[in-house]
């Protein structure tokens, strides 16, 4: 996966549009113009906070359909992202919860979005949903039937869930790029808001090889400085938003404040040692997770 061309940098920030309730969902509110300005609002939030590409996901609808969700939904996301297309010029990302890929990668393709999120694209995961069972093969010759590009990035070992063969990490990696051949791999912290550990991002960075990982869930302005030394890029959502609420909606300064924040994490001498011997090939010491 080519991040430069891309995002125009080899270390992206991703921002979360959090869509509000859509159709059919549990809280739906029966406004779909609503539901349009604030993404309209949070897009250009995020873009004008300095953000290299932002994910539009459908974080409201919870409680989750497990796998395929109703029509309904993927139509309204679908003129979302239109919208948001028209919008900002940053690249667009759909993640269609809790795990309908399929439709994820049918938005996608339909709107010219660059790249979907799959929270379990193989293996088998107890989530609060219950089982979930990745399916990387009919996705992927999916992807070849529609004739598109959009890449996959997938989460490995996913925030709310337990893989059922309780992998390490460094297997889990290894499944997910080479053999579910995932573009991109997503690794966060046990639940949403909460960050991975440093220690755990290097056995997954060292894994993935030359396959970019990015940072999935916890990342703030304090901490992003420090993570980054052992990721690619970050998916952010909670820590851009007023007060670091997840209900609120996206603070632009706030927004500005991580972009800062990480790029100043990429000038320290650590993460270019980090990064000049991945890209050369080496390979980061292996812990026991």
């Known amino acids: 996966m080519d991040l430069e061309r891309i995002f125009k940098t080899n ?20 406004n779909l113009t609503e539901v349009i300005a604030r993404a ?31 029509p309904a939904i993927v139509s309204a996301m679908t003129l979302i992202v239109q919208r948001l297309m028209n919008l900002v010029t940053v690249p667009l990302g759909i993640n269609v919860l809790r795990n309908d890929a399929q439709s994820g990668l049918a938005i996608a393709a339909c709107t010219d979005a660059q790249f979907i999120r799959v929270n379990v694209l193989n293996g088998v995961v107890a989530t609060d949903q219950g089982l979930i069972e990745g399916n990387a093969h009919q996705l992927l010759r999916y992807r070849r039937e529609l004739g598109c590009d959009v890449k996959i990035l997938a989460d490995v070992l996913v925030k709310h869930g337990r893989p059922l063969s309780s992998p390490n990490i460094t297997m889990a990696v290894t499944d997910a790029t080479e053999r579910a051949l995932a573009d991109g791999i997503i690794f966060s912290g046990w639940g949403t808001g909460h960050p991975p550990s440093l220690e755990d991002l290097e056995l997954a960075q060292a894994a993935a090889g030359s396959t970019p990982i990015f940072i999935g869930s916890g990342a703030t302005w304090e901490n992003i400085p420090k993570l980054i030394q ?43 040692a980090h990064w000049s011997a991945k890209s050369q090939g080496a390979q980061i010491p292996l812990k026991n997770s």
Not at 11 to 30: A, E, M, Q, R
Not at 48 to 70: L, T
Not at 231 to 243: C, E, F, N, Q, T
Request: charged share 15%; with cysteine.
């Open 11 to 30: 270390h992206p920030v991703i921002g979360v549009v959090h869509l509000l309730p859509l159709p059919t969902s549990p809280c739906w509110g029966g």
């Open 40 to 70: 309209e609002q949070e897009a250009t939030a995020l873009a004008s906070g300095g953000v290299h590409g932002i994910i539009v996901e459908n974080f409201f609808d919870a409680p989750f359909a497990k796998d395929q969700v109703n």
């Open 230 to 272: 052992a990721a690619d890029g970050v998916i952010v959502a909670s820590s851009l938003k007023r007060h670091g609420r997840i209900n609120q909606p996206i603070d632009p300064s706030r927004v500005q404040q991580f972009v800062e924040a990480m790029q100043q994490g990429l000038s320290q001498p650590d993460h270019d």
